[in-house]
């Protein structure tokens, strides 16, 4: 079956400018998280998404959003673009969410987004 | 809060030598633990996972038990291969937060022919 799907792969933007990224999770899946993958701060969690509620934010400012689609499709979106955004966005997709703690996430391939 | 702490790499192994990972984390509660592996260009793929204390995890060779006494989930392989070469993460999962992952720094694993 179908994986987790991330579009762009690669994108270029300069600062200030404002950038849409798209996953499409597994089908049947209800939850898709993102996260923000730099050498210098590793993986963080930016949000997650279960029925078309976010469910947990991470710290981040609030340039960056989300939202999730009754297909259970995701965005995340980041206004006013700095340099440091520069990182990899990974999307990842779930069945459920919370309960047992022991959900397995399937990750996309990822959006490499640079900022000039 | 919730954290991971891994071993700086790079690790650099020849073929076939033993390998280990150590990570240990910090969670109130009882968290679920994982080691999430990531090839060059490529997302984070699922290792293996162990949900409870005393739970081995196992998978393509490798394997962690999750300590609950050092609070550790350390990674192991008999034998590795070039092919293993990638960067290892090490993940916790607490119940409170959904399917929020904290993740360690990442061990990079280079294995020599």
Redesign the interface.
């Known amino acids: 079956k179908a994986g987790v799907t991330q579009t762009p792969r690669y994108l270029i933007k300069t600062r200030g400018q404002q950038v849409t990224l798209s996953c499409s999770p597994i089908s049947g899946h209800r939850s898709v998280s993102w996260y923000q993958q730099t050498p210098g701060q590793g993986l963080q969690f930016l949000f997650e998404y279960f029925s078309e509620t976010q469910r947990n934010k991470g710290n981040f400012p609030g340039r960056f959003s989300g939202r999730q689609f009754s297909n259970s499709r995701s965005e995340m979106n980041v206004s006013t673009l700095e340099l440091g955004d520069s990182a990899l966005y990974l999307c990842a997709s779930s069945l459920r969410t919370g309960e047992s703690g022991a959900n397995v996430l399937t990750f996309g391939a990822g959006s490499r987004l640079t900022v000039l | 809060g919730d954290s991971v702490t891994q071993m700086e790499g790079p690790v650099t192994l020849s073929e076939e030598a033993f390998l280990t990972i150590n990570c240990t984390y910090t969670a109130t509660g009882y968290?679920?633990l994982f080691w999430?592996v990531q090839y060059p260009?490529?997302?984070?793929?699922?290792l293996l996972?162990a949900?409870k204390a005393d739970d081995k995890g196992s998978n393509k060779g490798f394997e962690a038990t999750y300590r609950k006494e050092t609070t550790s989930f350390h990674l192991e392989k008999g034998s590795v291969q070039v092919s293993d070469s990638a960067v290892y993460?090490c993940a916790l999962?607490?119940?409170?937060?959904?399917?929020?992952?904290?993740?360690?720094?990442?061990t990079i694993l280079r294995v020599k022919s």
């Open positions: 968290p679920s999430y260009g490529e997302g984070l793929q699922l996972k949900t993460f999962m607490s119940r409170e937060y959904g399917n929020k992952l904290v993740f360690g720094a990442g």
